[in-house]
């Protein structure tokens, strides 16, 4: 199976179980980077991945796009989830920018997506004092 095949099977069907085959998908040595984590190591990027189930309800993984060159690839994608007691489900639309390790393990992972416009704004008190911050600026 090709990799990109593989990580987007991975990512749209992950399940708190299949944190445990994190090795499976990632190097031992795999850099991970997102708008709030910085890690090496694929035991580090699977506490990330279990502290996503801890956090918040019902997440999941909607792959668009994927694209791959070469030993690269690159996805855009959607990350569905409730709060914590929320119904309302809330969506974070993002890119990601990988690079296969030659096992076709992932050895380079970034994560693309505006936490300010996606995820603050949308919080109740800091999301307030967001908007107005990205008008100001806007004018």
């Known amino acids: 199976m090709e990799p990109i095949v593989r990580v987007k099977r991975y990512f749209e069907t992950l399940t708190p179980a299949g944190v445990a ?4 998908v990632y190097a031992d040595d795999a850099w991970f980077k997102d708008p709030f984590n910085e890690v090496r190591g694929a035991a580090a990027i699977g506490q990330i991945l279990a ?13 668009h ?5 070469g030993a690269q690839a690159f996805l ?11 119904n309302e489900e809330m969506t974070i639309r993002g890119a990601t920018h ?11 992972h970034r994560d693309y ?7 603050y704004e949308k919080l109740p008190v800091v999301g307030a004092l967001a908007r107005l911050l990205k008008r100001r ?3």
């Open 98 to 108: 990988l690079r296969f390790a030659p096992d076709g393990r992932i050895a380079y």
């Open 21 to 24: 085959r994190i090795g499976d």
């Open 113 to 119: 997506w505006d936490a300010a416009e996606q995820l």
């Open 51 to 63: 502290r996503m189930f801890a956090q918040v309800d019902a997440p999941r993984f909607v792959v």
């Open 76 to 86: 855009t994608w959607d990350f569905i989830f409730r709060r914590r007691g929320r």
């Open 137 to 139: 600026v806007a004018h």
């Open 65 to 69: 796009e994927a694209v791959a060159a």
